[in-house]
């Protein structure tokens, strides 16, 4: 239990636990009592959440990326190289960086005047939505908040798929058999934890924002903030 993998597996659990905990008794609220209004302030906190537990969850996955990297491609050297100091900092690094980038966001979105219907077609508070309420003028905070949201989302993702081209490459060149099975179940889960997570946020994100497309986005939301923790459990085991 204390090598580095299983490590960034408890890491990984106690973020989805906060991740659920942030939207889910809201939304049951919505769903069961009906009780379908939230505070300027509670809906701000919600959204601070989501993002920088989001944003976290993306670093984590891109540092396991890089933890199956070094077992897979670099066997003999991986306990020198990914040793428990090392990846302590690369995880706790993590928390900090994102939830300090969240707040430039929350803090420009907090300053807008909000108008209108005051509703949000959603089952929790998410940047798109909120910023459709402001009156004021949002060019800055959704400049800002796509560029904190890139550094934090396709960066490790880009870093991801590096990783497992290595990986995959590596893997082709052992020969036919056990090895290169065991080559494959090693990273198996988290490959198919990180194709559920950007798969569903790349569903959601980049999809036309047309009014036919919103019941799409919100499945999708629904699959990486409720329904992929939930399966974490089993993919993992």
């Not at 009592?33 to 984590?60: D, P, R």
């Not at 893997?171 to 559920?196: D, E, N, W, Y």
Request: proline share 6%.
């Amino acid at each position: 239990l204390h090598q580095p993998m299983f490590y960034l597996l408890v890491n990984l659990s106690f973020l989805e636990i906060w991740y659920t905990t942030n939207i889910v008794p809201k939304m049951l609220l919505i769903i069961i009592a009906e009780q379908k209004s939230i505070s300027v302030a509670g809906c701000l906190a919600q959204f601070y959440f989501f993002g920088s537990l989001a944003a976290t969850e993306c670093l984590l996955l891109a540092v396991m990326s890089y933890d199956r990297y070094l077992a897979i491609c670099q066997p003999l050297h991986y306990p020198f190289l990914m040793t428990g100091p090392l990846c302590i900092r690369l995880a706790a690094s993590s928390w900090p960086c994102c939830f300090l980038l969240t707040a430039i966001t929350m803090v420009l979105l907090s300053r807008q005047t909000f108008c209108g219907p005051n509703e949000i077609d959603h089952f929790f508070c998410d940047f798109t939505p909120l910023v459709h309420l402001s009156c004021m003028d949002t060019s800055l905070t959704e400049t800002i908040a796509y560029a904190t949201s890139s550094a934090v989302t396709l960066v490790p993702f880009l870093l991801i798929t590096a990783s497992y081209s290595c990986i995959l490459a590596a893997i082709l060149r052992i020969p036919p058999g056990t090895g290169r099975q065991k080559a494959f179940s090693t990273c198996s889960s988290h490959l198919t934890m990180v194709t559920m997570f950007y798969g569903t946020l790349i569903a959601t994100y980049l999809v036309p924002s047309a009014n036919s497309s919103q019941l799409l986005r919100k499945g999708s939301s629904l699959l990486y903030t409720i329904l992929t923790p939930m399966f974490n459990p089993i993919i993992y085991e």
